[in-house]
């Protein structure tokens, strides 16, 4: 069932803001991942992957009580004093917290204000070896986290196998090939400010980026501000609302798979906003393991379209845009 606000459906017209131009909000499909016909939302996933990068998907067994709780836990972590936030810090492990202004996700960001990086502040928990707060502060964070986490990337994992027929490849080809042994599979709580001071009036929640791994797969509190570009190339860029629906997650395909697809799959720009009002929500991002070596599927190139990148280890892919935008 999709639900919209009023304002969401009422159709907008583009405004230019300088190298970029707003066009209301973007329709996207919602897969059914309970559908009895595979087969058609294998077709669904693709069609997707290849407009738009991004698509929602319902019916996909996350309970909604679950994700309050996984909400409830970051509600109450962040308003925490700063310094009992930085005590767990993320680590070279990449598991914990990044405070505000850490990752400055477009290195070529616009804005240009004295804050080295972007608004958000996040927490990421990782497959194993993570910093868990104090049990005495939040005595349900561990399990709450742990179910998310393997709830999520089962989830996951589901949607890969439909993005493998939907390449004509086995179900399960991605674990057969090792994707899914450990793989990188990461839940990050974001939690963007609703007021900014004045030397961040233009600055983003989260600047433009793409995601760098397989698929990653979000779930917010419904506040606005994510926005996606399909056309990155094209100027001024076109930005358009991602508009939140109740009961869906939201996913979308990362640079990992793109460069697999040879680009017939998108790994779509996107940023967060500020919309001036606190703003919550939740990814896992799910990423191969880091051995896989990521070349070209032979059913995305031939001699008129050759392999567009050369292969690439996962691991060393992932650590080098990791580093690129933490500071
Ligand atoms: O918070 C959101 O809606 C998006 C977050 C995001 O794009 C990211 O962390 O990569
Ligand atoms: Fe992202």
Same mark, same amino acid.
């Given at each position: ?16 803001? @300088?190298?970029?131009?707003?066009? @209301? ?38 309970? @909604? ?145 793409? !995601? ?7 779930? *917010? ?26 009961? *869906? ?11 697999? *697809? ?5 790994? *779509? ?21 880091? !051995? ?36």
């Amino acid at each position: 069932m999709r639900r919209r606000s009023d304002q969401q459906q009422q159709q907008q017209l583009p405004i230019t803001l @300088g190298r970029r131009e707003m066009a @209301g909000s973007v329709d996207l499909p919602v897969v059914d991942l309970a559908s009895p016909d595979v087969r058609a939302a294998a077709d669904a996933v693709r069609k997707a992957c290849v407009e738009h990068g991004f698509f929602y998907v319902s019916n996909h067994g996350v309970d @909604g009580a679950l994700l309050e709780a996984v909400f409830a836990e970051s509600r109450r972590f962040f308003p925490q004093a700063m310094d009992g936030k930085m005590a767990l810090r993320r680590g070279s492990n990449h598991r914990g917290y990044t405070p505000p202004y850490a990752e400055k996700l477009d290195a070529a960001s616009e804005f240009t204000g004295s804050a080295a990086g972007d608004l958000k502040e996040s927490f990421y928990i990782g497959p194993d070896l993570n910093r868990w707060p104090s049990e005495e502060l939040f005595p349900s964070w561990k399990d709450t986290m742990e179910l998310y986490h393997s709830t999520t990337l089962a989830v996951g994992e589901r949607i890969l196998s439909l993005i493998a027929l939907s390449l004509d490849l086995d179900a399960e080809f991605f674990h057969k090939i090792g994707a899914l042994n450990c793989p990188s599979a990461f839940v990050r709580l974001l939690h963007y400010p609703g007021e900014v001071n004045e030397s961040d009036r233009g600055n983003y929640g989260a600047s433009a980026h793409s !995601d760098y791994g397989m698929i990653t797969l979000l779930a *917010t509190d419904g506040t606005p501000g994510l926005q996606i570009c399909r056309e990155k190339d094209r100027h001024p860029q076109v930005w358009e609302d991602v508009p939140h629906i109740d009961g *869906t997650l939201i996913v979308n395909i990362g640079d990992l798979l793109e460069r697999w *697809t040879n680009c017939l799959f998108r790994s *779509t720009l996107h940023q967060v906003v500020a919309v001036g009002k606190e703003r919550y929500s939740v990814a896992l991002f799910l990423d191969p393991n880091p !051995d896989i070596v990521v070349r070209c599927f032979e059913s995305c190139c031939n001699e008129a379209n050759p392999p567009r990148f050369p292969p690439i280890k996962s691991g060393d892919y992932l650590k080098e845009r990791l580093s690129a935008t933490y500071k």
